[in-house]
C-alpha cells in the first residue's frame, strides 16, 4: 500500500487512542455475490472497474482563496442516530467520536509513526528508569467556559475511570499498570499514589510497569473540566446533561445547540489555543447512506465521514467534489460468542461449551466464505480480503506472510465432516455431533443497499457447506441495538459481524485481552495472555522483537479463530470544491489542523 510522507505528522483528530475504537459495521458492510450467481443479483449499480487505494491523494487541493469565516457542512454517514454520549470518557460508539472530535481533542500530539511529540496542547517527559512521565499544559490552553485545563483536570480523568462506580468502558490494562490505580479501582484507597499534580499545569505518573504501549498512544491523553463534574456521582455522568446535553471541551470549536440525535451546530473557539479557526462555525448532521449521494451533489453537506465504497463506482466523476482516501485504521470481522463477561472480576470468562467453541467449525466457516470476491464484486476493489487482525495501516507490524484460511467449500466441508458435524436425516443441513438440530444464530448490523445482500451471502455461502445460519430475530439489528446486545453477550447471538477501528498503539490488549470489556468473543486462553504481555514488555522497546511478538500473536489467532477478518477497508472521502485544507484523518505529516479548515465561498458548490 501506497504511504505518502510530508515530513512532520500533526493530527488533527485525535480518534484513535490507547484502546481501540468501536466503529460501526455501518452500510457499506455489505453483501457479495454467491459463487457462481450472475453479477446482475447485485443491483442495476454494480460495475466491474476495480480501484485502488493507491488511486487516491490524502490531501484535498486548495482552489481558489479562502473567505473570511463562513460555516463547513459535516455529514454523519449513519442510518441510526448517534447515541450522544458526548465525552471522550464516556462514549464508545464511532458516532459519538466523530461528534466530539469538532469540540475536544486530545492534549498529545504524535507522529507519523504513531509516537508522541511535543507539539500538542502538553508536552511530556519520559524517564523510563523511573518508570515515570512528566507532563506539562501549556498556558493558554482553556475550557471553552474560559477555565484553564487544569493537571487536575487530567488527573481527574483518570480518577473517574479508575472510580469503582465508572460505567464506561475505557478502564483496562493500560490503567492498571498505574501505581496504585488497582487499589483506587477496588476500593482500598481514595486516590491513584501514582499520579502526583506538580503545580497548576504539571502532572506526573509513575507506573508499576513501563511498556512500549505508553509511547505509542498507551497515556489517556483527554483531560475532563473538574469544575463542571465534581459534585456530580461518578454512575451518573454518562448519563447527566453536562455530557448528553452541554458539553464543553478544548477543541477548535464549541458546541452551540443539539438536536438529539440528529444534529449539533458548533461555533469557532476563538480562545482556542494554536490559533483563531477560520471557520465560524461547522453543522453537523446525521445523513442516510441512502441519500448521501444526493446530500453531496446539492451541497447540503460539504464533506462526510466516510462514503460508502459500494456507491464509489457510480459516484467517482461527482463534478463538485474531490475524493481523497486512504488506508482505513479498520476491518471488518465475523465474531463467534466464546463466553461471558464478568464485570465483577473485570475479566472473560470462556465457556467450554458454547456453540461455537470447536474451533473446526469456525474455520470451516472461514473457508466457506469469498472475501476476496466480496471486496472485487461489491466495494470494486476498496476493499480487499483480510488474512490477520493487524491491518496493513501498520506496515510495520501487519504480517501478510501468515497463511490464513481462503475460500476454499471443499476443505470447508472436509473439516466439518472430520469434526463429527453430519447431515442426519439427509436434508442437506448439519446436525451438532450429538446429531441434534443446529441453528446458529447471526447478529448482523443494518446499513445502506448492501447491508442485506452482505448479511445474506454469508448465511447462503454456511448453507452451502450444510450450516444452517439465521438472522438473529430474523432482520438486521440497529447499530445501538446491535452493539447493546454484543456487549451484553445476549445468549441469542452465536456469532456477529461487525468492525473495529485501530488505534495508533498496534497492541491489541484493548480488543482481545481477558480484562478487555470491547473482547466482545469473550476468548481468552494462556498464550493468547502470555504473547499479549510480551507484546508490552521491556524487549518489546525493541522494535523487532515486538514485531516478531505481534507476528505470532497473529498466528495465534488465525489458529484460534474468536473472530475472523473478512475485508480490510480503503476510507474514501468526498471534499466540496470550496473547502480548503482539508486531509484523511488529517495524518501523514500534512501539518494541517482542524481550525485550518477554510472555504472559498459562502455556499457549498453543487454537482452540475
Same mark, same amino acid.
Given at each position: ?6 515530513? #512532520? ?34 443491483? =442495476? ?6 480501484? @485502488?487505494?493507491?488511486?487516491?491523494? /490524502? ?20 442510518? $441510526?442516530?448517534? =447515541? ?21 481533542? @486530545? ?15 502538553? $508536552? ?40 469503582? %462506580? ?7 490494562? !493500560?490503567? $492498571? ?26 502532572? #506526573? ?57 440528529? @444534529? ?5 473557539? =476563538? ?22 449521494? /444526493? ?6 453537506? !460539504?464533506?462526510? %465521514? ?21 488506508? !482505513? ?12 463477561? %464478568? ?106 443497499? $448492501? ?11 454456511? =448453507?452451502?457447506?450444510?450450516? #444452517? ?24 447471538? %452465536? ?37 499479549? /504481555? ?75
Amino acid at each position: 500500500m501506497r504511504k505518502k510522507h510530508y515530513g #512532520k505528522l500533526l493530527f488533527l483528530l485525535m480518534l484513535a487512542f490507547l484502546f481501540f475504537v468501536l466503529a460501526a459495521c455501518s452500510d457499506e458492510d455489505a453483501g457479495a455475490e454467491v459463487e457462481g450467481k450472475d453479477d446482475a443479483e447485485k443491483g =442495476e449499480s454494480a460495475q466491474d472497474e476495480v480501484f @485502488s487505494i493507491d488511486d487516491f491523494e /490524502q490531501i484535498k487541493t486548495n482552489q481558489g482563496e479562502a473567505i473570511e469565516g463562513g460555516t463547513l457542512n459535516f455529514g454523519l454517514v449513519s442510518d $441510526t442516530a448517534f =447515541e450522544g454520549t458526548l465525552n471522550f470518557n464516556f462514549y464508545s460508539g464511532n458516532p459519538d467520536a466523530q461528534v466530539i472530535s469538532w469540540f475536544d481533542e @486530545s492534549l498529545l500530539d504524535v507522529d507519523e509513526n504513531y509516537a508522541y511529540t511535543n507539539d500538542g496542547a502538553a $508536552t511530556l517527559d519520559v524517564d523510563r528508569e523511573a518508570k515515570t512521565i512528566t507532563f506539562k499544559i501549556r498556558d493558554n490552553v482553556n475550557w471553552h467556559d474560559g477555565e484553564p485545563v487544569t493537571a487536575e483536570d487530567w488527573q481527574f480523568a483518570y480518577e473517574v475511570i479508575g472510580h469503582p %462506580d465508572y460505567d464506561g468502558i475505557r478502564y483496562g490494562s !493500560d490503567f $492498571t499498570i498505574i501505581k496504585g490505580m488497582e487499589a483506587y479501582h477496588n476500593g482500598k484507597a481514595d486516590t491513584i499514589s501514582g499520579i502526583e499534580v506538580i503545580d497548576e499545569k504539571t502532572m #506526573k505518573i509513575t507506573y508499576d510497569t513501563f511498556t512500549p504501549s505508553l509511547l505509542s498512544s498507551g497515556i489517556w491523553s483527554y483531560a475532563m473540566p473538574k469544575h463542571i463534574f465534581k459534585d456530580i456521582p461518578v454512575a451518573d455522568m454518562s448519563s447527566s446533561p453536562e455530557v448528553r446535553e452541554h458539553p464543553i471541551g478544548m477543541g477548535p470549536f464549541k458546541v452551540d445547540s443539539i438536536v438529539p440525535g440528529e @444534529s449539533v451546530t458548533f461555533v469557532k473557539n =476563538e480562545d482556542y489555543w494554536r490559533g483563531e479557526p477560520n471557520l465560524d462555525g461547522v453543522t453537523l448532521k446525521v445523513i442516510n447512506p441512502n441519500v448521501v449521494v /444526493q446530500a453531496l451533489e446539492n451541497g447540503e453537506v !460539504d464533506l462526510v %465521514d466516510s462514503f460508502p465504497t459500494d456507491q464509489y463506482p457510480e459516484n467517482a466523476d461527482m463534478s463538485n467534489v474531490e475524493f481523497v482516501g486512504d488506508v !482505513d485504521l479498520a476491518y471488518t470481522y465475523i465474531g463467534f460468542k466464546l463466553g461471558k463477561w %464478568d464485570a465483577d472480576a473485570g475479566e472473560v470468562v470462556p465457556d467450554p461449551d458454547a456453540k461455537m467453541a470447536d474451533v473446526d467449525l469456525r474455520r470451516a466457516m472461514w473457508h466457506a466464505v469469498d472475501n476476496d470476491a466480496v471486496g472485487k464484486k461489491f466495494y470494486n476493489g476498496l476493499r480487499w480480503n483480510a488474512s490477520t487482525l493487524i491491518p496493513p495501516s501498520h506496515p510495520d507490524y501487519h504480517d501478510d506472510s501468515i497463511e490464513a484460511p481462503t475460500y476454499d467449500p471443499d476443505k470447508a466441508n472436509q473439516l466439518l465432516d472430520d469434526a463429527g458435524y453430519e447431515d442426519v436425516n439427509g436434508d442437506g443441513i448439519r446436525e451438532d455431533k450429538d446429531g441434534n438440530e443446529l441453528v446458529i444464530n447471526f447478529a448482523s448490523m443494518s446499513g445502506g443497499d $448492501t447491508a442485506e445482500p452482505l448479511a445474506q451471502y454469508y448465511i447462503q455461502a454456511w =448453507e452451502a457447506v450444510g450450516l #444452517k445460519v439465521e438472522l438473529l430475530d430474523g432482520r438486521l439489528q440497529e447499530f445501538n441495538t446491535f452493539y447493546d446486545r454484543v456487549e451484553a453477550d445476549d445468549p441469542e447471538i %452465536d456469532i456477529y459481524q461487525g468492525a473495529w477501528s485501530v488505534g495508533y498503539d498496534v497492541n491489541p490488549a484493548g480488543l482481545y485481552g481477558r480484562d478487555a470489556a470491547f473482547n466482545y468473543t469473550r476468548y481468552a486462553s494462556e498464550e493468547n495472555d502470555a504473547l499479549l /504481555q510480551e507484546g508490552v514488555s521491556e524487549k518489546a522497546f525493541d522494535e523487532a522483537y515486538r514485531q516478531d511478538v505481534y507476528s505470532k500473536w497473529q498466528e495465534l489467532m488465525v489458529e484460534e479463530i474468536p473472530v475472523f477478518p473478512t475485508v480490510y477497508r480503503a476510507v474514501i472521502i468526498p471534499v466540496n470544491n470550496r473547502v480548503q485544507n482539508y486531509a484523511v484523518d488529517f495524518k501523514e505529516g500534512v501539518g494541517i489542523y482542524r481550525y485550518q479548515l477554510a472555504v472559498t465561498q459562502e455556499e457549498a458548490v453543487t454537482a452540475e
